[in-house]
Nanobody
Framework: QVHVVESGGGMVQAGGSLRLSCVASGSSFSAYAMAWFRQAPGKEREFVAATDWSGGSTYYAESVKGRFNISRGNTRNTMSLQMSLLLPEDTGVYSC???????????????????WGQGTQVTVSS
């Protein structure tokens, strides 16, 4: 059984920072890409950031480039998202995902990932 668990959400003022963490267990995640998606109330889920299985390649949504940084831990089954200069529009439920995307483009897609956490709330106040 595969489990993906997020932590680190919370409430912060605009301009502040938060760090999200994700731990995956139950399988050999050294070969899995990991990603963050988010969903704001009344909106579609959207891609935020991803890292390939090695941590050597990272991918970001245009809206978070330069503000967010994704990284994998030494054990490869952990992953973090450092979020800085947060904006109210960053508010949403952030979900961690793990999987084996077939292509570079698949790293940006919901369908590229097989395992999902339950999500953690991030609220940015203006």
């Amino acid at each position: 059984q595969v489990h993906v668990v997020e932590s680190g959400g919370g409430m912060v003022q605009a301009g502040g920072s938060l760090r999200l963490s994700c731990v995956a267990s139950g399988s050999s995640f050294s070969a899995y890409a990991m990603a963050w998606f988010r969903q704001a109330p009344g909106k579609e889920r959207e891609f935020v950031a991803a890292t390939d299985w090695s941590g050597g390649s990272t991918y970001y949504a245009e809206s978070v480039k330069g503000r967010f940084n994704i990284s994998r831990g030494n054990t490869r089954n952990t992953m973090s998202l450092q979020m800085s200069l947060l904006l109210p529009e960053d508010t949403g439920v952030y979900s961690c995902a793990a999987g084996r995307p077939w292509s570079t483009e698949d790293h940006y897609r919901y369908g590229g990932y097989s395992y999902w956490g339950q999500g953690t709330q991030v609220t940015v106040s203006s």
